[in-house]
């Protein structure tokens, strides 16, 4: 019956991260001793102040429609926690809520996309960003990167990369999957290519900015006067506050591309959870030194996982800056057959890890980068050297 659905749909591809976590799903039901290390998804949770604002929240009797564009009082603690983190300074009209940072990517690529608009996409990049730009009726361009280069864009490729349909650039730092950090220099490198295109809007997602071990500090590229009026900056609070299932994200960015969204939200889902806004008030408002017990375990995990890959033959791994994933290149295991299995691509390799070690993964391939897989190391210690030790008895056996 798919002639009845929109070819745009049909051509749709899943998000491959809850795909492989949908499969994981399956084979728990079905009695199998799965270690799921496919989701971007923090294993600790909430923080009990920011629980209380909701709890509080609730018995405050919030429960009205939103404002669209978020309460005032979020919008504000927003434009606090940008001043004090980034030294950017936003006016409450330049301030977009939504529920969760997905939506504020889709927002501004549904508003600012014609059909034909070319979005340079540096490789890998995160599952989504393909298929939302293809959802605006836009051309995504992929720029491959590499595990020697730190899996960053050069200013030279992004020149080569720029076309007369070149509209956006997208990118996230810290990086998901590689957990890549763009220094101010390197930002200030590419601002520059940007200079002799003043039509191309850049998209900064900083979703895992506090997930950051202290090797490169956190840079935005709005922080450059000559790129603060062509530049999104997109958060929310899933990631450094363990907050994954409160849906809210925000941008930060030109007021008419603020306006524009504001007006495209509001014939899609209104405002955000009104519970969830007010507990994320008290989040942003507190200092992020009250998460920083998150990164040190996370730093601790990042240093014990890389430990045990490097223990395999055929893994190569660059050392991940922020965020909480490891992406290695597994390409030496391409042509090989495992217990009766032929590895053509990374797809088969996450799939082959699934079946054979009960260890679910993510093929590099929705990245943008068939070389490779993403492995998260959101997850307990034990979970870590179990799944690691499955998959080393796995590809040995």
Known sequence: MSHQLSEKINKLVPSATLEMAAKARELRAAG???????????????????????????????????PVDGYVELKKAIITKFERDNQLRYEPSQIVVSTGAKQSLYNVAQVCLNPGDEVILPCPYWV?????????????????????????????????AITPKTKMLWYSSPC??????YSREELRALADVLQDHPQIVVVSDEIYEHINYGVTPHASMAQFSDMYDRTVTVNGVAKAFAMTGWRIGYLGGPSHIARACNKLQGQVTSGANCIAQRAVITALE?????????????KERRKLILDLLNGIPGFKCNEPEGAFYVFPNVSAYFGKTLKGKTIGNASDFAMFLLEAANVATVTGD????????????????????EAISRIKAALTA
């Open 366 to 385: 929705a990245f943008g980068n068939g070389d490779c897989i993403r492995i998260s190391y959101a997850a307990s210690v034990k979970e870590i050297e």
């Open 176 to 181: 998901n999957p590689s957990g890549s950090i």
């Open 32 to 66: 199998k001793d799965i270690i799921g290390l496919s989701l971007g998804e923090p294993d600790f949770n909430t923080p009990d102040y920011v629980k209380d604002a909701a709890i509080q929240a609730v018995k405050d009797n919030y429960n009205a429609y939103t």
């Open 128 to 160: 989504s960003y393909s298929d939302i730009v293809k959802l605006s009726d836009g051309v995504p361009v992929e720029v491959p990167t590499t595990l020697e280069n730190d899996f960053k864009m050069t200013p030279q490729q992004l020149r080569e």
């Open 286 to 298: 507190e200092s992020p030194d009250r998460i920083a017990y998150m990164v040190t375990e996370f």
